[in-house]
């Protein structure tokens, strides 16, 4: 099940794949302001988003290395592993009690 037969079936995972990072691109920083008080979350930010900026730049880096030393499914593979190692924390997450405030603009 790891490795794909067809160009289509690889199509739709890398479409799934692409939803799931999307999706984690604006769900951490809703986890930060949850589960953070205010603040520390400037200093979060200041952490993280500069990884952020840096991904693009790393990924292909660590795509190539994979592609040279192993082949294109290693890529898959290893975006698998990380996927795993990173959802593994949400099972322990609590449910957040944090006040929620609402202004209005009138």
């Not at 199509?11 to 769900?27: D, E, H, K, M, T």
């Not at 589960?35 to 900026?53: C, D, E, H, W």
């Not at 593994?88 to 997450?93: E, N, R, V, Y």
């Amino acid at each position: 099940m790891l490795w794909v037969e067809n160009a289509a079936t690889l199509l739709i995972l890398r479409f799934v794949q692409a939803v799931g990072v999307c999706a984690a691109a604006v769900i951490w920083q809703a986890l930060v302001t949850d589960y953070y008080p205010s603040q520390k979350v400037n200093r979060i930010f200041a952490t993280i988003m500069p990884l952020v900026g840096l991904s693009p730049a790393l990924a292909p880096l660590l795509g190539s290395w994979l592609l040279v030393h192993f082949s294109w499914q290693a890529i898959f593979a290893t975006l698998f592993a990380i996927t795993v190692v990173l959802i593994l924390p949400i099972f322990w997450l609590k449910p957040t009690t944090k006040a929620v405030t609402i202004v209005r603009m009138v």
